[in-house]
């Protein structure tokens, strides 16, 4: 307590001299702000690290994923503030997403599978797009472990415009990662299942379950995946897990890991021979090296099969065309993660101390040279491991993901089980040093930390537990991102935040300067197909039609008034409302709920957007604006009368 006062004072005397003229305004002193709160020198600093004082902005923006929730995260770095979560997979009333018409049509989309409709979504891992391996700032894409798709987001309005369902996988996890141009992006399957999900029993596991990596075609001006122009690699069923893109001298290829290469199921490991410990007999698994340019070449020149309509390149095709190679790889690994020089492949077992750091050009050197150490089951050529191997460097009990510093050759990769986060030399192969964080790290973010051109600074610990950290709030804890400061040769932890809303695997960082999103629309916009909608009107320009069974309105919002401010209907009607947002003030949204009909909008300056729904039982209905626009809010409001029929 005494050290603490002595620091205290000292700060107030001497690092903090600037603030002796403000001090003299204030009733306390930073030492009485500091001794009242319990504050060390230490703490001081860290929060002269990350407030943000008001008016002022976050120096990078990250997308993380929410997890369970379905949704994306959107915060800033280094404040940590929350700044938005977007609906991605699951309906999410804030922004209408899955109650207007237009956001309805995006969701149901990919998400009507064999006549279910799937509102839950598990997301793991955005990717922000790239050029030339540099994040640019136009979309984001997210996985659904779950039921497999893939959505685009565009960051012009950070809103969902497509979820496409992957036609032949029963569950994925190694998307979504993205080339260095954006021109695909993959999707790598995880628990082995028949491609297309037919029923076939285990007793057929080896020969009938199958695992694949998807590669979509992404149309950059068009914004959207073409399902069309994209191809499957079918792979033998060992589990893949995550996947990257090469860059620089390794792009055309991409690299999937796999963690159990046992085939363990069902408590009968259907490797051979019979191994004793499910997925972790073995001492390595496989990372799978794909030569994607040249698998896109025998997609388009036909050497395909389809699968549910989709084309999918088989192993025997890939093994003979030389596009598959394995790599054996230790033990049950995750994260598989290529520097931002495009030269080496970071591997890290989770039953392995070590990262495992591949040399690209030793890889090539094999496969040119035709020298393989031997082929899988299914007729792979397997390269052999140590001759593919830069350095192992021994990080620490449980490594998951590497993240790459803006130094060169710094990396940082998670110690799950040791809960330590290390700083590491993956040229020379050592640790730089480590951190300790709480509790269980899974992935880490560093800015911009997976593309060609790392941003440094911070480093964010994505932890699965946080046990004692935050207030208790049931059985149930929020997860703890924990922002580290990385610019110094020693880690500093700054700031605990928690994450209320789901397991965010992943996250990803970009430099706030390169987002540009638009602050309104122009008039009548359908935000999700991005074009002008239909039933845009203009002030003036309200009406309301009448057919029998059918009302449609056309009506606009404008403080403080909703047009029409009675919409009349039958019992038994369908009612239509397209509603034109007129503002072009920045941040005059509008909102439109009608009692009692699960009726919800979101119309920001420009946007129109339309709902229909039933008039299915005769009464009196308030409508009304759910966002307080101005001193008249309350004043925007008006009536559905339901006649009886
Ligand atoms: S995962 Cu969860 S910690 Cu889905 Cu990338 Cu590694
Ligand atoms: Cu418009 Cu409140």
Redesign the pocket.
Known sequence: MKRTMKLASLLATVSFGVLAASEALSAESLADVMKRRGLNEKDVLAAAKTYTPTGKRDEFVVFSSGGQSGQVIVYGIPSMRILKYIGVFTPEPWQAYGFDDESKRVLREGSVVDGREITFGDTHHPAISETNGEYDGQFLFINDKNTPRIAVIDLKDFETKQIVLNPILQSEHGGTFVSPNTDYIIEAAQYPAPLGGDFVPLEQFNEKYRGAVTYWKFNRAEGRIEPENSFSLELPPYSQDLSDFGKGPSDGWSFTNSFCAERYVGGIERGRPPFEAGCSAKDTDFLHVVNWKKAEELFKAGKVKKIKGHSVIDIATAAKEGVLFLIPEPKSPHGVDVTPDGKFITVSGKLDTHTSIFSFEKIQAQIKAGAFAGKDEYGIPILDMQKSLHKQVEIGLGPLHTQYDSKPCVAYTSVYVDSQLAKWDYCEGKVLDKISIHYNIGHLMAMEGDSAKPAGKYVVALNKLAIDRFNPVGPLHPQNHQLIDASNDKLQLLYDMPLPLGEPHYAVAISADKLKPHIRYPHGTDSRTEKKHPASVRAGQERTERSPGKVEVFGT?I??HITPEIIEASEGDEVIIHLTNLERAQDET??FAISKHNVNLSLEPGKTASVTFKANKAGTYPYY?T????AL?LE?EGYLLVQPA
């Open positions: 919002v403080r403080s509008h909102g604006c966002e307080f626009c101005s809010h925007m």
